[in-house]
């Protein structure tokens, strides 16, 4: 998966790696396939909060599930890391930034930007 043609999917990536629990999931999820209770017990973090943060990783891409039947009947739902690359430059966000939806998080264009005192040109 390549990250990023739009600068609202930067931002969704970025916000999403920015929390520590999620990237402990992606780090557990890089070695092999796992379902949300294992994971929970693996990381020692509750069910609801690991299946909250797979929830956000999976809307966004960074990893995938699938609802399987065990042999006792019960459905469990796999996840796995998705392989993603992420490259950044200053002209890449450069890019990016013109394709922000959300105008604010552009921030203003540099000819509305308010030049300190004294310094006219």
Do not use: C
Not at 20 to 33: G, N, T
Not at 70 to 85: E, H, I, L, M, Q
């Amino acid at each position: 998966m390549e990250v990023a043609p739009t600068g609202d999917a930067l931002l969704g990536v970025l916000t999403a790696l920015a929390n520590p629990q999620r990237l402990r999931i992606l780090a557990a999820l890089s070695e092999e396939r796992k379902y949300v209770s294992l994971l929970s017990r693996e990381l020692g973090m509750s069910r609801p909060l690991t299946h909250l943060h797979l929830k956000r990783l999976e809307a966004i891409g960074l990893v995938t599930g699938s609802l399987e039947l065990s042999d006792d009947g019960k459905a469990k739902k796999w996840f796995r890391a998705t392989p993603f690359a992420i490259t950044l430059s200053p002209e890449t966000i450069a890019e990016l930034v013109r394709t922000l939806t959300d105008e604010r998080s552009a921030g203003p264009p540099a000819e509305h930007i308010d030049k300190p005192e004294g310094n006219e040109e």
